[in-house]
Each structure stands twice: as structure tokens, then as C-alpha cells.
């Protein structure tokens, strides 16, 4: 009896070789689904930075002053303000707005509003981060920010620095997207300058508005009729929670959803045979990595992390785990930027890892701890590691975790090994890299320098640090490369804890009836020009 | 609950049917009759080869597996089945045959250690509670009340979200949401127990409370006892499994059937294989102690007969 | 009789007492289960980037830096003032997450009941009038295939070859993505609400949708229903009336369904209430499958997540849940059913 219903089951597994589709059904043509997981979407309120779909949703509720070009590192284009110039000294920026900018309220977008913005961001003390790092604070920015009249907005800068990195974050960054302070003071409670309002309600200027979020489930975002920006192709675009690829896979296959992002390599290739999608792989600035803690005894032998770079299978990696979510790169500056090296072409090399590592006084290898994401290709690229590891004698355990977990104990700086992903995601200038993945000032527990991956890791070298200093201020570009070269290789050179795997990339799948969709590099994905032809 | 005897010893009677006549002879009785009626069950005795099977698995895993479970080969990757991988292989090349069979002792090492803790907890913790009542009793039931307010997989996820995900937490977490229905149950047979005669003798004896219970009230409750925990098995197994597919059980490379169902999700649409086996390894164990437990719950718990 | 009786509602409104000390430890437990989660909240708030300075601030604003026994405080009265907070880390309020989700999980759990009640039941009496023949033996191993098969395992095996393979059903979601947000939410159960709002469209794929995972999780509830009924159902053929009905010529159907049967509704209407409730756990794990927006995924989700806020209002609500029910079916049988005098 038993038997035969594991027959009966084991037939109607064997049915499903052979995938094919009864029914083709499409999404309305004036609507965009979107499939993407909205684990880490933790809040729509443009000042919270967290998570690259929140950015991305608020791109289409919020703008700007300023656009970073999609394709185009280092090119911006207007939106709220029509023109910007730098000063002499290249330490202000003036942006002049345009009048007739309005927001859904009907209430005009002036230069208040965006210092309203600014200066909410750091009062709640959420995000802005990525602004700090320029000397930015709540007690200067009122003075660094200021507003001479309603369509003028002067941004000094705190100390020399690059200006282009200051556009960068003007144009893509959730702190400097224009909130309506009129709409959202309306809704302030316990001082919270609109926080509890603005999580589940909009008061942007973009072309849509936010019509529900659903935590985990879903976004509804409705077109602004009559935009002061001309109005959206699209009416609405539904944003679905769907962390699962093959869910994905079988949407787009069946046209329930437009566009699908964080879909497995394995379901990706699969839809590479299907001609109505289209699959587009869209660079950032990260990298994937295999961190070693120098405060772990074994880690701060030179020897032992020499082992351990030629202990990493990087081809094996980049070509089984990582097709569509990275390529083979072993440097801390992203391929493409200035200052960007060839790479140094390590390799797997087991047998010389095992010298090293006698002589580094562990003939028999050691035990060790591998921590990293409970999700792939993290857990994939540490699972790969364990073996190659074991290989030089070397017993890992993985422990898997959310992110919390992983980089909770990487800030914690108590840990001996994480694979993870970091550097500057936007990747649009080599100094922000070399700034998260090399760059350690104070090397003290108490300094709690969270963002900087090699404080993380307890690396520090004066030198390295001085010539980043220098070269950020570099006004002559040639100089400035080389310096950046320099650089790369003085890391190299000090065998540091941090050894880059693959460079980082995302890989979007959407209908081939979709126009103009452009995915955006820096999350700032924009929908108003897409338009569905068929 | 069970009825038990409470007349007079009659005479000249088979060994079987007769009143017992001492705690010792109604246990005797009690396993006597059931191995019988066990015997005759052939559901039954299908589930216990079935397990019998999986223990000579567990143990001589390393020789019946084809393979090195935990041995990756990235360039073999979601191989279907063939003569070589019987079960196909996972995403990282892996034998999914040899996994299934070393994963038989995950599968047994978590049934056997919670059946283990929540046996004798329960079994104590229900006894006394039944034996002395008053303000004890209140107490404990209180809090089985509580347990038991919860479906097991709810109360078993916010342990493991407390204690952290992982095979022993995951074993700790199945225990702790497991003891109370062992409690309850053993305090209700405790109840019947209590009041009968060879429990009044051995008081009169001078007896002990603890010597009584541990002696006689105690080994009285354990056929219901372990019916029980048989039944619970295929429970466990399915808890375990759910909480090894949510990503809270056995971590990697640990080859837990849960968990190797859940990895196989993401490529379920072209590796049917990859859940398929894992799948049915659970459904399989867990219908083999269904059926074992079943047909001991017809031996030894008269009413259902 | 009716002393009788009001003294059954003197004994229901003493366990009301005794439900009510067990609300009280449940609230306590969940309190600290929330305290000694190892999860950091504030991280995921502010991300994997984020510097000290934006770190210790969020930690204040949510209140973490005071002592535990304030937070236990703040937290009962919270409670006991209908306010259940805000979701830590999405902010929103947890009451309309859970008003949101909670309807969901009703319509997928009664549409399995109903599917579960509606064959586990007949199969059941079946099983008991053909006791020990094949018939019987064939039941009786579907049934304990329903207890024994993984429910998330069924589940993907069911979205393989219904939608992927013989496109017959809906996929993930409870209608079709661009139909979403399009019926105004009345009941929050999608099939009345497309009902009331007569869209047709929506309401014929929420069917598609539907279908598939309340049969997987009918089906585990077909399995116990079916084996109660049986155990209930052998109880009273071997009653006396029921031999004295087939001796007065009555056929056997006549007997079961005409005499049998009506006795033992109570306690089937009992064991119904429990398994309405023991559908949450396979609707933790059916829900993960289908990405049913219901309450087991969002118990889930902030598991994985660990909001301690939602979690414990969600394993409040859970165990309110579970000891109503339970609360119900001894009200149930100790009003109608005079031999349970205990």
C-alpha cells in the first residue's frame, strides 16, 4: 500500500522534468509588477537609509536636486534644480531651483523644504550616515546648508574634500531627497518631525505617489495626473514581496510580473532561453570578501592569512556561484573607476598554503569559524571556502546568520572569519572603496568606527591612511590615480585581512515589451519614462 | 483513563487474564497481552522494520553511502539520478543519497535525545504532580496549561528565535514545548493509580511517598507513557523537519532531511530530485513511526479496542 | 436540571479564572522571550553601514537603554490599554498589521477546515462502519499519510505539478499581482470582499489562488478529523440503541446517519474548534510556500527578522487564540454533553 503512493508521488515528481506552461498570462499594460524581496525594506521615510529597494521605491515619490547619470559614473543631471556651480575654492556648490516644482499637495517645492529635509535627517538621527562621513553634523549642518532666498540652496563643505562626492550623495541619497515640510509638519507628533506619518504616507514631488505598504507583501505606488514633470506612461506600479527566485522565475515566465531582481544564477540561466525577457546586469561599486579578525591569534600571523589567500578557490567561485552577481576581481577599487589595477591573479595553491602554514607553526591546520548570510551566494561562497579550507588541513564550521547576526559580530570585531560584501555600493569614485574597505584612523575598540571595513577587521596602517588623505585633496586627476594605485598595492603588499573575491553585480530579468526601463546602479531606478509597447 | 483492576485476586487463572496481583504482574500482564495483539498488527510490524531499517542506516551509514556526504564537487552540480548517484546530487555536487543516509542519524539523534528529556521529565514531573496534588499540582498545571495553549511548531519557533538556530537548540526548543503533554499524561494515569489497592498496600506497608512513586506509580505509567512518545516521534520528526526547512534547524553542511528540502526549493523547477528524495525520507520515517505507534496505542490503551 | 447546569457555569467561569492567570504568565513569557532574543534590532534599523552615532541614538529613541523592569511595566500596561505598539523595525502599528494579516489566514484556514471537515468526516463514519475491512485499511493509510507527509514538502509538490507543470491553479499570493489593491478591503477576506465589490475577475483568480494550499492544509486536517470521527463513531455502534434500531429493521445508513451520528456532533463540533486552531501551525509553514500574506508569514518573517514587538504581540495573540478555543470546546461539552462531570 505504502509503496504504491511513493510510486504515485515519485511519477508525478518525474511529470515535472520537463517544465512547460498550459496558460500565458500578461500584466495590464498600464500597470509595472515588480518582484523583488522586501526583507530588508524597513521604512519608506527618505530619511532612513536602509535598504536598496526603499531607495528605489522613493525615487519615484521623492526627487532630488540633482540626477546621477544611470550609465555614466560621475554625470548628473537636474531635476528640482536646473543649475549648479562650484565655487573657486571648490568648497561651496550653489543650486538654483526650479519655480515651478510642486508637490502632490500642491504646496511649491522651495529651497526650505530641502534644508527642512537635511536638517530632519540628522535632528532624528536616522541614517545620514553616508553624509557624515564629510564632516556633516546636527550642530553644523543649519550653517553648512543654508537657503539665501526660496530658490537658492548653498551646500559648504565642512573640510576639503572632493566635491563630486558631495553631488554624489546629493543626487542619490535618501537624506537629500526633498520632503513637503508643510504637509509632513502637519503630522508631526511628539516631535518626531513626521516619522510616524511618513512611514506609511508620502509627501513627495516625484511622479508617483505612495498608495499602501504592506510590510513584506507589497507596495502600491499611483501615478501623479498632471505632474509638473510630465506626466508618467504608467499608472500604478505594484511592488510584490517575492523572496523566493523560482516564485520569480515562474511569474515572469507566465507574465504575472514585469521585472524581477535577486533571482538565483541557476533560474537566470534558465530564462536565458526564453526570448520575451531580457536579462541586464547592472554594476556596483561593492565587492565580495573573505574578512579575517587580527584580533584572533592565528589571523595576526602574516603567514596564516597568506595561507588563507591561496586557500580561496576564486575561479571555481566566480564561475559556478557567482555568474550574474559578480566577476572574477581581487582589488578594493571596482573595475571601470580611476585607479582601478589589474588584478594580481591569485589562485587556489593548497600545497604552498600548507608550507605556510608550517611555517607559520600549524603543520596540522587549525579549527576555525566561518560566519556569513544565511542566503545565497553568501552561504554558497563560505560552504565553497570550508572545503578549500580543509583541504590545508584547516576544520571551518559556517555559522549562518541575518545580517544583523554576521556583521553585528563584525562590528563587534568578534569573529575569525566572514565572507560578506562591502565597500561603497554606489561605486561611482575609487576614494569611497579605498575609504571602506582600507581606511582605519583610530584603531581602538572605543572608536567604534562601524563603517570602516578595515576597522572592522582591527587592520590600521598610518601610511595607507596618509596617502588617502592626500590623495582625496589631489586637485591634478593623473596624480590623484596614481595615488590610488599606490595604494591598492601598499594593501596588497601588507598581506591584509581583507582579501576581495569578485566584484559585486545585480542582475535584473523583465519582459522584453518594456521601455526605456533603465536599472539604476545607485538603487535610483526611476519608471516615469517606461512605457509597455506591444 | 485505563481500567484497572480492583477486585479480589480470583484463582487458578491464566497468567494473562487474570487480576494482577502486584504492581510487577500487572506490568507484566500489560506487555504480555500487548505483544500479542502487536504481533497480529501487520501495519504495525510494517512500521517497525521500517524503523528497524532506518537505525541499521544510521549505524552502518558510512558503509551503505555511496559517497562522502559532505564532499563537494562544484563542476558535478544537480546531477539528476544516474547509477552513480542513485538520489541525483545538490547544488554543490554532493551525493544526495549518501546525505539521506548519514541524515538517518540527525533524524534519530533528535528523536532519540528529546524522547529521552521529555520522557523522564514528563514522567517525573507529572507523577509528583499527581501523587502529592494540592498547590505542586496547581502549579504545574498552570504552566502546562500554558504550553500547551500553543501549537508545538509556534512555541518551538520563539524558542529557537531565543536560543538561536542550530541541531542542539533545535533539540532543546523541541523538548522544552514537549514535556507538559508527557506531564499531563502522566499525571492523569497517577490519579488512577493512586487510588488503587497494591498503592493502599504498600502505603500500609509503611512505604514511602517517594519509594511508592519511583516503584510503583511510576513503572505503572510508563506503557502509556511510551505509547505517548512513540506517537510524538513522526511529530518530532515533522518539527524538526519544519524547523531545519525554515533555516532554524541543523546548519550547514549538516545533511538534515528539513533542511535539504529547503535548499532544494530554490531549484526545485529543474532538480525535481532535490526535494523529491529528502521529501519522501521524512514522509517515509515519519509514516513508519505513525504506523508503529499506531498499532501500539491499540495494545496497550484498552479503550480504543 | 437546571441548578445542574448553572453549577457546570460555576465550574466554566472558575477555569475563566484559572484562563485568566495563565493569560497573565503568557504575557510574561512573551515579555522575556522578547528580552533574551539575541537579535539586534537597532542594527537592522540602521543597516550594515551605519556609524556609532546613528546606532546609539536609534537605541534610545526606541527605549532599549532602560532598565527591564521599566520596559516589563510599560509593557503590561501597554497591553492591558488595548495599545500593542509599533513594529520596530517597519514602524508600522502591529494591531493593523495584524488586523491586515489575520483575515487572510481566517479565509485560507476556513476554506481548508471546510474542505478538511467536508471529506475527513464522511471518511471517518465510513471507516468505522467497514471497521477492519479493506476499506477501512485503505482510509486508515491516507489518514496517517496526512500526519506523517511534511506539509511545506506537499506544499511545493502541489505548486510543481498544479501550477508550474499543468498551469491549473494560481501561483505565490492571494490573486494575481496586478489585481492587487484594485477591491476596496471591506472583511479583508478577499473572496467576500471581490464578492461584494462584484468583480468578478479578482474573485475568479483568488480561487485560482486558493485552492491549491487550502487542499494541502485541508488535507492535514482531514487526516485527524477522519480518525476522531472513526474512534467516535465505533463508540457508538457498539451502543445498545443502535443494536435495537437494526433489530426494528432500520438500514445501516438509516442507523449511522439517522441515530448515530447527531450523537456525536458535540464532540466532532469540539474536536472541529481545536483543529480550526492547530491549522495556524500548517499555515506557518503553507503560508512560507505560497507567500500567503497571512498572519503565519508575518510570525515568520519577524522571527527571521526578529522584531520582538510583533513577535510578541503575534505569540499573545496565539495563545489567546488557542485558550478561547480551547475555552470554547470544554463550554461546549460540559453544557451539552452530561457525562463529562468532572
Not at chain 1, 553624509?131 to 549642518?141: H, K, L, P, S, T
Not at chain 1, 544564477?265 to 534558465?270: C, E, G, H, L
Not at chain 2, 541525483?88 to 542519524?105: K, L, P
Not at chain 3, 509593557?75 to 488586523?99: E, M, N, Q, W
Request: charged content about 15%.
Amino acid at each position: 500500500m505504502k509503496f504504491q503512493n511513493t510510486l504515485r508521488i515519485l511519477a508525478l515528481a518525474t511529470l515535472l522534468s520537463s517544465t512547460t506552461l498550459a496558460t500565458q498570462a500578461e500584466t495590464p499594460v498600464d500597470q509595472l509588477v515588480v518582484g523583488l524581496s522586501m526583507v530588508s525594506m524597513l521604512s519608506l521615510d527618505p530619511s532612513a537609509m536602509s535598504g536598496r529597494e526603499s531607495v528605489e521605491i522613493n525615487s519615484n515619490i521623492y526627487d532630488s536636486l540633482i540626477e546621477a547619470d544611470p550609465v555614466e559614473a560621475g554625470v548628473f543631471h537636474p531635476r528640482l534644480a536646473e543649475s549648479w556651480e562650484l565655487s573657486e575654492d571648490r568648497n561651496t556648490i550653489t543650486f538654483h531651483l526650479r519655480k515651478d516644482a510642486k508637490f502632490h499637495s500642491g504646496n511649491p517645492v522651495t529651497a526650505e523644504d530641502f534644508l527642512w529635509s537635511m536638517q530632519r535627517a540628522f535632528a532624528l538621527g536616522i541614517g545620514g550616515s553616508n553624509i557624515r562621513v564629510f564632516g556633516y553634523n546636527e550642530d553644523n549642518i543649519a550653517e553648512m546648508v543654508t537657503a539665501p532666498d526660496p530658490y537658492t540652496v548653498v551646500v559648504r563643505l565642512p573640510k576639503p574634500n572632493d566635491p563630486n562626492l558631495i553631488l554624489g550623495v546629493i543626487a542619490g541619497a535618501g537624506v537629500a531627497m526633498v520632503i513637503d515640510s508643510k504637509l509632513a509638519m502637519e503630522h508631526v507628533v511628539d516631535n518626531d518631525f513626521g516619522q510616524g506619518w511618513l512611514t506609511t504616507n508620502s509627501a513627495g514631488s516625484g511622479p508617483y505617489r505612495l498608495n499602501r505598504w504592506q510590510a513584506n507583501d507589497i507596495v502600491i505606488l499611483d501615478r501623479v495626473d498632471d505632474h509638473w514633470g510630465g506626466q508618467a506612461e504608467l499608472k500604478r506600479l505594484i511592488f510584490r514581496h517575492m523572496p523566493e527566485s523560482q516564485s520569480k522565475r515562474l511569474a515572469l515566465q507566465s507574465g504575472d510580473i514585469d521585472i524581477a531582481t535577486g533571482m538565483s544564477v541557476a533560474d537566470i540561466q534558465a530564462l536565458q532561453a526564453n526570448a520575451d525577457l531580457i536579462t541586464a546586469e547592472v554594476p556596483s561599486g561593492n565587492v565580495y570578501y573573505v574578512a579575517m579578525s587580527l584580533k584572533d591569534e592565528k589571523y595576526a600571523n602574516d603567514k596564516v592569512r597568506l595561507a588563507i589567500r591561496h586557500l580561496i578557490d576564486y575561479e571555481g567561485i566566480n564561475e559556478t556561484i557567482l555568474p550574474f552577481y559578480g566577476t572574477f576581481h581581487q582589488r578594493p577599487i571596482p573595475k571601470g573607476l580611476p585607479g582601478a589595477l589589474p588584478d594580481p591573479e591569485y589562485k587556489l595553491d593548497p600545497d604552498y598554503a600548507k608550507q605556510l602554514l608550517t611555517e607559520a607553526g600549524y603543520p596540522e591546520g587549525f579549527s576555525t569559524t566561518i560566519r556569513v548570510l544565511a542566503e545565497s551566494p553568501f552561504v554558497n561562497i563560505a560552504t565553497a571556502l570550508q572545503a578549500t579550507l580543509a583541504q590545508a588541513g584547516i576544520a571551518a564550521e559556517i555559522i549562518t546568520g541575518n545580517g544583523d547576526q554576521v556583521y553585528g559580530a563584525m562590528r563587534e570585531r568578534n569573529f575569525e572569519i566572514i565572507v560578506g560584501a562591502g565597500g561603497d555600493r554606489n561605486g561611482s569614485h575609487p576614494y569611497t572603496s579605498l575609504l571602506s574597505l582600507v581606511y582605519n584612523n583610530d584603531n581602538s575598540d572605543e572608536a567604534k568606527l562601524y563603517t570602516l571595513q578595515a576597522w572592522r577587521t582591527s587592520f590600521q596602517s598610518v601610511e595607507i591612511n596618509e596617502l588617502l588623505d592626500a590623495a582625496l585633496l589631489e586637485p591634478d586627476a593623473d596624480q590623484q590615480r596614481a595615488m590610488y594605485e599606490d595604494i591598492q598595492l601598499k594593501f596588497e603588499e601588507s598581506v591584509p585581512p581583507l582579501q576581495v573575491i569578485s566584484q559585486l553585480y545585480s542582475t535584473v530579468v523583465y519582459q522584453d515589451d518594456l521601455v526605456n526601463f533603465v536599472s539604476h546602479p545607485y538603487q535610483n531606478t526611476r519608471y516615469r519614462d517606461v512605457v509597455k509597447q506591444r | 483513563m485505563s481500567s484497572e483492576p480492583t477486585a479480589a485476586p480470583a484463582p487458578k487463572q491464566p497468567f494473562l487474564t487474570r487480576e494482577a496481583r502486584s504492581p510487577r504482574e500487572a506490568i507484566l500482564q500489560r506487555l504480555g497481552i500487548g505483544a500479542l495483539t502487536f504481533l497480529g498488527n501487520r501495519l504495525a510490524m510494517v512500521g517497525l522494520a521500517i524503523i528497524v531499517l532506518l537505525v541499521v542506516l544510521a549505524i552502518f551509514a558510512p558503509l551503505i553511502a555511496t559517497h562522502d556526504p559532505n564532499l563537494q564537487n562544484l563542476r558535478g552540480a544537480r546531477l539528476p539520478p544516474s547509477a552513480t548517484n542513485f538520489f541525483g546530487t545538490d547544488e554543490y555536487g554532493r551525493d544526495i543519497f549518501s546525505r539521506i543516509v548519514h541524515g538517518a542519524r540527525i533524524t534519530l539523534y533528535i528523536v532519540g535525545l528529546v524522547t529521552v528529556t521529555v520522557g523522564p521529565i514528563g514522567l517525573i514531573v507529572g507523577a509528583i504532580s499527581g501523587y502529592f496534588g494540592g498547590f505542586v499540582d496547581t502549579i504545574v498545571m498552570r504552566i502546562t496549561d500554558l504550553f500547551l495553549a500553543f501549537p508545538s511548531l509556534i512555541l518551538t519557533l520563539a524558542f529557537v528565535a531565543v536560543l538561536g538556530p542550530g541541531l542542539e537548540q533545535a533539540v532543546l526548543a523541541i523538548a522544552l514545548t514537549g514535556w507538559p503533554a508527557m506531564a499531563r499524561l502522566a499525571r492523569a494515569e497517577t490519579l488512577t493509580i493512586r487510588s488503587t489497592d497494591y498503592i493502599a498496600a504498600a502505603k500500609l506497608q509503611g512505604a514511602s511517598s517517594w519509594h511508592i512513586i519511583f516503584h510503583s506509580v511510576i513503572p505503572m505509567c510508563l506503557p502509556s507513557v511510551i505509547v505517548r512518545l512513540t506517537l510524538n516521534m513522526a511529530g518530532i520528526i515533522l518539527t524538526a523537519a519544519g524547523l531545519g526547512f525554515l533555516g532554524l534547524g541543523a546548519q550547514p553542511p549538516t545533511p538534515e532531511w528539513g533542511a535539504m528540502t529547503s535548499t532544494g526549493r530554490a531549484y526545485m523547477l529543474d532538480s525535481w530530485w532535490m526535494v523529491t528524495f529528502p521529501g519522501l525520507a521524512i514522509m517515509i520515517v515519519s509514516l513508519a513511526f505513525n504506523l508503529f505507534g499506531d498499532g501500539l496505542r491499540d495494545v496497550l490503551d484498552p479503550k480504543s479496542n | 436540571m437546571s441548578q445542574y447546569r448553572r453549577a457546570k457555569v460555576m465550574g466554566f467561569l472558575q477555569s475563566a479564572g484559572s484562563v485568566a492567570i495563565t493569560l497573565f504568565l503568557l504575557v510574561t513569557l512573551t515579555f522575556f522571550l522578547g528580552q533574551v532574543m539575541p537579535v539586534d534590532v537597532v542594527s537592522k534599523l540602521v543597516g550594515p553601514d551605519a556609524d556609532f552615532q546613528t546606532y546609539e541614538a536609534v537605541r534610545q529613541r526606541l527605549g532599549l537603554d532602560e532598565p527591564l523592569y521599566v520596559q516589563f511595566g510599560l509593557y503590561v500596561g501597554r497591553i492591558l490599554t488595548g495599545d500593542f505598539g509599533t513594529a520596530l523595525l517597519t514602524g508600522h502599528r502591529v494591531i493593523d498589521d495584524i488586523l491586515r494579516v489575520f483575515p487572510a489566514t481566517i479565509e485560507l484556514g476556513t476554506l481548508a477546515l471546510l474542505i478538511g471537515a467536508g471529506i475527513g468526516i464522511p471518511l471517518g463514519v465510513l471507516a468505522a462502519v467497514r471497521r477492519d475491512r479493506m476499506s477501512d485499511h485503505i482510509i486508515r493509510i491516507v489518514t496517517l499519510l496526512g500526519h506523517s507527509v511534511p506539509i511545506f514538502w506537499l506544499g511545493m509538490m502541489g505548486l510543481l505539478v498544479f501550477y508550474s507543470q499543468l498551469g491549473l491553479v494560481g501561483g505565490s499570493g492571494r490573486v494575481a499581482v496586478f489585481y492587487e489593491g484594485l477591491v476596496p478591503t471591506v472583511t479583508g477576506m478577499l473572496l467576500i470582499d471581490s464578492l461584494l465589490a462584484g468583480d468578478m475577475e479578482v474573485f475568479g483568480s483568488a480561487i485560482r489562488h486558493i485552492i491549491l494550499p487550502a487542499s494541502v492544509l485541508g488535507y492535514a486536517s482531514m487526516a485527524s478529523l477522519c480518525r476522531l470521527t472513526r474512534s467516535f463513531m465505533i463508540d457508538q455502534l457498539g451502543q445498545e440503541y443502535v443494536i435495537s434500531a437494526r433489530v426494528k429493521g432500520l438500514s445501516t445508513w438509516q442507523v449511522v446517519w439517522g441515530h448515530a451520528f447527531p450523537n456525536i456532533r458535540v464532540q466532532l463540533l469540539t474536536v472541529v474548534a481545536l483543529t480550526y486552531g492547530s491549522m495556524l501551525e500548517g499555515a506557518l509553514l503553507i503560508e512560507t510556500i505560497f507567500a500567503w500574506p497571512g498572519f503565519g508569514q508575518y510570525l515568520t518573517n519577524n522571527l527571521l527578522l526578529g522584531d520582538m514587538n510583533a513577535i510578541m504581540v503575534c505569540v499573545l495573540l496565539v495563545g489567546v487564540v488557542f485558550i478561547t478555543l480551547n475555552l470554547i470546546a470544554d463550554f461546549l461539552y460540559t453544557i451539552f454533553d452530561p457525562r463529562t462531570s468532572r
